[in-house]
């Protein structure tokens, strides 16, 4: 009966971590100029967002853009192509050409999360992201949280204290030099 029951246990074990394996999805690195942030995913929350985000990593969409808008206390946002030119009067109007539809989970906006930036139409997200440095609640079902920051929250902060014009672009370029996209 002993060994029954240590069987059993052990495989609602195994079940229990293969089941959490099976839904890690991909993680990607983001490498900036203040150093990596390393970002997992929610694939059951925002399918849709996150097949977006990588496919645009892959294609190298968000190499060479910039932060564009940071709000120490609030969040730092980046993912504009506009961002690549140093004319700032059109950063933050730019996108992939296409928009995707909302994806609003259950997923609240905590310090660390990745969320998809939009303009006033629910569905009109493309490419550009922001990422939480402080927990803001409000903007829970209204933008589509689609992963969180694993490591580099502190780059995340030194880009949000960078010292920035009264549209919120920081003065100096904080370049995204790249996105990797990798399995966990």
Known sequence: MQKIASLL???IIF???TAGSALAGPIAVMETAHGPIKIEFFSDKAPGHVK??????????????VFHR??????IQGGDPNSKNTDRSNHGMGGPG??????????QH?????SMARAQD??????????VVKDSFFLDGQYTAFGKVI???????RIAAEPRDNRDNPLRRVTIKSIKVMDK
Request: glycine share 12%.
């Open 9 to 11: 246990f052990t495989l």
């Open 122 to 131: 629910p569905n009109s997200a493309g490419s550009q992201f922001f990422i």
């Open 52 to 65: 977006n985000f990588i496919k645009l990593s892959k294609e190298g969409f968000y190499n060479g853009t």
């Open 70 to 75: 940071v709000i120490p206390g609030f969040m």
């Open 151 to 157: 490591s580099g929250m502190d780059v995340a902060d």
């Open 15 to 17: 079940g229990c971590m």
């Open 110 to 114: 905590k310090r660390g999360i990745l």
């Open 98 to 107: 296409y928009s995707i539809n909302a994806e609003f989970n259950d997923v």
